[in-house]
Structures are given as C-alpha cells and as structure tokens.
Nanobody, 125 residues
Framework: QVQLVESGGGLVQAGGSLRLSCAAS????????VGWFRQAPGKEREFVTA?????????NYADSVKGRFTISRDNRKTTVFLQMDSLKPEDTAIYIC?????????????????WGQGTQVTVSS
C-alpha cells in the first residue's frame, strides 16, 4: 500500500509562512490527485487544496485559503508541497495529505484514497 509522509509543520506567528511536504513511498504521484485536508480541534476534517497531477496539473483551493496557500509538486512528481503564507490563527489544525489514483473522471473522488498521519500547524496571534 501507499504510505504518505507529511513534514514541515510547526509553530508560527500570524502573518508568517510554512511549507508542508507530502511524499509517497515507492512511487511517483503521476496520474494522482493529491490533496491537503485539515482538522482543527473540535472541527470536522475539511478540504484545503488539491492538485491533479495529469497533463499540466489542475489545482483547486478552498475559499478560506485562496490567495494565501499554494499547492505544487516537484518535477519528478515525488513530492507535493503546500506553501502557506499570511497564516492566521484559524489556520491552526492538523494538516493531512491524501492521494488518490485518478479514474476516468481525472478528479478527486475520495475513492481508494491513501491518507497520511498529518502534521501539526499552529499559528499564534
């Protein structure tokens, strides 16, 4: 099975930046949808952003992070990054990477997705 490993979380002041990484063991992310989700204390897991790694790469962002967060991947398609700028205290959460092999629709569906353990991001005011 695919094992996803996140890194880059930490403590940062409001307005600061962090870059998270998500790497998969034993494969590339070619033809995968790779997404970042987050779960804050007492809240349900929510979608943050995703990248469809196929033919030019389509990205999608939740409205709450649009313009502040950027998802990308390296040229070898081995790692997906989440650049987080202008962080706010409400961004505090466990950030979880998920990867799903694309089906015919070439989009994230959640079917058969692999999930990482998450990395803690804490933004202080």
């Amino acid at each position: 099975q695919v094992q996803l490993v996140e890194s880059g979380g930490g403590l940062v002041q409001a307005g600061g930046s962090l870059r998270l990484s998500c790497a998969a063991s034993g494969r590339t992310f070619s033809n995968y949808a790779v997404g970042w989700f987050r779960q804050a204390p007492g809240k349900e897991r929510e979608f943050v952003t995703a990248i469809i790694i196929w033919r030019g790469d389509t990205t999608n962002y939740a409205d709450s992070v649009k313009g502040r967060f950027t998802i990308s991947r390296d040229n070898r398609k081995t790692t997906v990054f989440l650049q987080m700028d202008s962080l706010k205290p409400e961004d505090t959460a466990i950030y979880i990477c998920a990867a799903q092999l694309l089906g015919d629709g070439r989009r994230w569906t959640g079917n058969g997705a692999y999930w990482g353990q998450g990395t803690q991001v804490t933004v202080s005011s």
